[in-house]
């Protein structure tokens, strides 16, 4: 059973476009964190988020916590070729500190 | 400046044959883990130590072991080496929410 089912798992999207991911559960978390991942390397946090309904912003890129602290959405606005990566969503359980992982989303951005 | 290095980068091994990565951590934090990463990008914890002290352990076969020999280092050996176990190894260390993972073992069993 896959606690955390992020989709879409493949997206190949052109330079400019806007995408969503979303990373839904049946699960209650304390915290979410997404990660990206660049081939040959270990994932790097991009953000934590804490409170129900949170948005947070990095650049391109918004995050946000739903109400009810079981789902999230990463969406970047004119993705950039620079922006290709696995993008990892995580959940935290409040026992013992074990961060659960999303199946990933493979984003290509072509020029 | 390396944050959280491994060792080795890539081992390619035969089935049977008994294994280990080391990992260490320069960041001063107290709990450390082991992520397996597999053929489909999946991540998932296998053991967590705070402190030296194990307080995480997944289902994984005890062929499995993790070692601590001081908060800064957390060594992962393999037992009987089968198929199955190829994949990429992660370690990580965190001071509490965010983890830092290192850079990887891509573990090959022939």
């Given at each position: 059973t896959q606690l955390l089912e992020q989709s879409p798992q493949f997206l190949s999207i052109q330079e400019g476009e806007n995408l969503t991911v979303y990373c839904n559960s049946s699960s209650v978390f304390s915290s979410l964190q997404w990660y990206r991942q660049e081939p040959g390397e270990?994932?790097?946090?991009?953000?934590?988020?804490?409170?129900?309904g949170e948005v947070k912003k990095l650049k391109r890129l918004t995050f946000q916590f739903g109400d009810a602290r079981k789902d999230s959405s990463?969406?970047?606005?004119?993705?950039q070729p620079g922006d290709t990566g696995l993008y990892l969503c995580a959940g935290l359980r409040n026992q013992g500190g074990k961060l659960i992982f999303g199946q990933g989303t493979e984003l290509s951005v072509k020029p | 400046d390396t944050a959280v290095s491994q060792t080795p980068k890539y081992l390619v091994t035969q089935m049977g044959?008994?294994?280990?990565?080391?990992?260490?951590?320069?960041?001063?934090?107290?709990?450390?883990?082991?992520?397996?990463?597999?053929?489909?990008?999946?991540?998932?914890?296998?053991?967590?130590y705070n402190n030296k002290e194990l307080i995480i352990n997944?289902?994984?076969?005890?062929?499995?072991?993790?070692?601590?020999?001081?908060?800064?280092?957390l060594n992962l050996h393999?037992?009987?080496?089968?198929?199955?176990?190829?994949?990429v190894y992660f370690c990580a260390s965190s001071p509490g929410l965010q983890q830092f993972f290192g850079p990887g073992t891509r573990l090959t069993v022939l």
């Open positions: 270990g994932p790097v946090l991009l953000v934590t988020v804490v409170t129900g990463l969406h970047i606005t004119a993705a | 044959n008994d294994k280990s990565i080391k990992c260490e951590q320069n960041l001063g934090h107290d709990t450390m883990y082991w992520y397996k990463q597999d053929s489909k990008k999946f991540l998932k914890i296998m053991f967590s997944e289902t994984v076969p005890n062929r499995f072991s993790p070692k601590s020999p001081d908060k800064a280092h393999i037992n009987s080496l089968e198929l199955g176990d190829s994949a």
